[in-house]
């Protein structure tokens, strides 16, 4: 749900003359496509996955797609969360920008907030478990996009072309930590 706060984005980007697309499992066809963006199922996706394999499987056919058809656009535009994004970006050769649904999060953010965060999620955030997690989730492409430390993926987004965050700089934490060069709180 948090994929909503996007739509304005989209709807600026459609008046400027843009096309946008997403690349999302199969519940989220009718907003995106009400949202006048255009929607991209995952490639290969089985039909009825099993509920503890979603995420993975989410993954590995994200991006699977996004290596096929990310040549066809510009920009690269990716949850902060996908910390696949910004490689993906790399190897096809293209602009990126980052989005933050939430607080955005680099070093001083994540060292803060680790401990409020729920066990695993704790615990993939730490080296050297970090790597062991990012092998697990990448699977083959761990190699071909070389991620090997999750937390080095999300917190190095200062490097992004463009980091967009939908909160404020006044309620993000450690906002001063953030290079006003590439980061947008708004």
């Given amino acids: 749900e948090h994929i909503l706060t996007s739509f304005n984005l989209v709807k ?19 907003k995106v496509t009400e949202a006048g963006a255009l929607y991209i199922p995952y490639d290969n996706y089985p039909i009825e996955p099993k509920k503890h ?20 656009y510009d920009c690269i535009v990716f949850d902060a969360d996908f910390y696949a ?17 939430d607080i955005a999060y680099n070093t001083a953010t994540i060292k803060k907030f680790r401990r409020y965060l729920p066990f ?17 989730e990448a699977g083959r492409y761990k190699r ?5 430390d999750i937390v080095n993926e999300l917190t190095l987004s200062t490097i992004s072309d463009l980091n967009i ?15 006003e060069k590439n980061h947008v709180f708004t």
Wanted: glycine share 6%; with cysteine; aromatic share 16%.
């Fill in 53 to 72: 394999h979603i995420n993975r499987l989410q993954f590995r056919h994200c991006v699977e797609t996004t290596l096929r058809v990310g040549y066809e």
């Fill in 144 to 148: 071909e996009l070389n991620i090997s």
């Fill in 165 to 179: 965050s939908f909160v404020s700089k006044t309620f993000q934490p450690e906002n001063t930590s953030f290079p």
């Fill in 120 to 136: 695993f999620k704790r615990l993939s955030l730490t080296k050297p478990f970090s790597y062991f997690f990012a092998l697990g």
């Fill in 12 to 30: 600026e980007l459609k008046k400027r003359g843009h096309n946008v697309a997403y690349i999302i499992s199969e519940e989220w066809e009718n």
């Fill in 85 to 101: 994004g910004a490689k993906i970006a790399h190897k096809l050769g293209k602009k990126y920008i980052r989005i933050y649904y």
